[in-house]
């Protein structure tokens, strides 16, 4: 469980300031963002799951 939260743990604010050019910048915050985005993804995907298998009468 510590592995997982050494690698999450991120500061973006850092990575901005040492960055090379605005590319890096925006790979920064794309990069950020990805997590949130797959869990969003699975949230709905169960979310529909559940919603058919409740209107199928299961």
Excluded at 27 to 32: D, K, L, R, T, Y
């Amino acid at each position: 469980m510590n592995i997982l939260l050494f690698f999450q743990k991120m500061d973006v604010a850092e990575k901005m300031k040492t960055a090379l050019d605005s590319n890096y910048q925006i790979g920064v915050v794309i990069g950020s963002f990805i997590p949130f985005v797959i869990l969003i993804g699975i949230a709905y995907f169960m979310y529909n799951r559940a919603k058919k298998r409740d209107e199928n009468g299961y």
